[in-house]
Nanobody, 123 residues
């Protein structure tokens, strides 16, 4: 498994931006399936953005055009740039990693999870 540590969460007003970071311990980070998920109170965990083993990127419908996932293989860091944030984006955000995946937005594809970071967007 991979150890993952998120950072960058916080509180922002609607229309603002935040960038989340996820530092990974695994030296083979570059070949892993990587994803960002979020979970709001009373809701299921949902896929926000993912990068599969081939580097293909997917986004959940609610964040398309507003969020950008990227990774830096040299530093084993995964990022999520979040722009035009809305109150409905409020949730705990988690990064995840797995050796392979068919659906990078599917939580069951991953075996390593970070501890989560809170993002709160006020109107």
């Amino acid at each position: 498994q991979v150890q993952l540590v998120e950072s960058g969460g916080g509180s922002v007003q609607a229309g603002g931006s935040l960038r989340l970071s996820c530092a990974a311990s695994k030296y083979t980070f570059s070949n892993y399936c990587l994803g960002w998920f979020r979970q709001a109170p009373g809701k299921e965990r949902e896929g926000v953005a993912g990068i599969d083993n081939d580097g293909s990127i997917s986004y959940g419908d609610p964040v398309k055009g507003r969020f950008t996932i990227s990774k830096d293989n040299a530093t084993n860091t995964l990022y999520l740039q979040m722009d035009s944030l809305q109150p409905e984006d409020t949730a705990v955000y988690y990064c995840a990693a797995g050796p392979s995946c068919d659906d990078s937005l599917g939580p069951s594809e991953y075996d390593s999870w970070g501890q989560g970071t809170q993002v709160t967007v006020s109107s």
